[in-house]
């Protein structure tokens, strides 16, 4: 069965980091391009960062460039999300998603509705 389980959120206050993980089964990881995203209270879900499949590739969110770094580890199925420097807006349920990689695609974040597999989130929540 296709599962994918965030793992790292918590509490911090502004400034603060913390490091995501997303554990991948039951799925060809290395052929699937990653994405993180996240979704404040009564707002859209929006793409965080992706991933290409080997890993060289990465893109982010004009919001985070420079604070949040996406990784990810083939062998062991796993997907990071590095945040420092977290801001009070960064406040919101973070989803690592999958898309089946197909020829030609870069990996760059994609709408929502284009990924084919979801975890079930996990919080973070900045105070000031």
């Known amino acids: 069965q296709e599962q994918l389980v965030e793992s790292g959120g918590g509490s911090v206050r502004t400034g603060g980091s913390l490091r995501l993980t997303c554990a991948a089964s039951?799925?060809?990881?290395?052929?699937?391009?990653m994405g993180w995203f996240r979704q404040a209270p009564g707002k859209e879900r929006e793409g965080v960062a992706s991933?290409?499949?080997?890993?060289?590739?990465?893109y982010y969110a004009d919001s985070v460039k420079g604070r949040f770094t996406i990784s990810r580890d083939n062998a062991r199925e796993l997907l990071y999300l590095q945040l420092n420097n977290l801001k009070p807006e960064d406040s919101a349920v973070y989803y690592c998603?999958?898309?089946?990689?197909?020829?030609?695609?870069?990996?760059?974040?994609?709408?929502?509705?284009?990924?084919?597999?979801w975890g079930l989130g996990t919080q973070v929540t900045v105070s000031s």
């Open positions: 998603a999958a898309l089946f990689w197909t020829w030609g695609s870069d990996c760059k974040i994609e709408t929502p509705a284009s990924y084919d597999y």
């Open positions: 039951g799925i060809s990881y290395s052929n699937y391009c």
């Open positions: 991933i290409n499949t080997g890993g060289a590739l990465t």
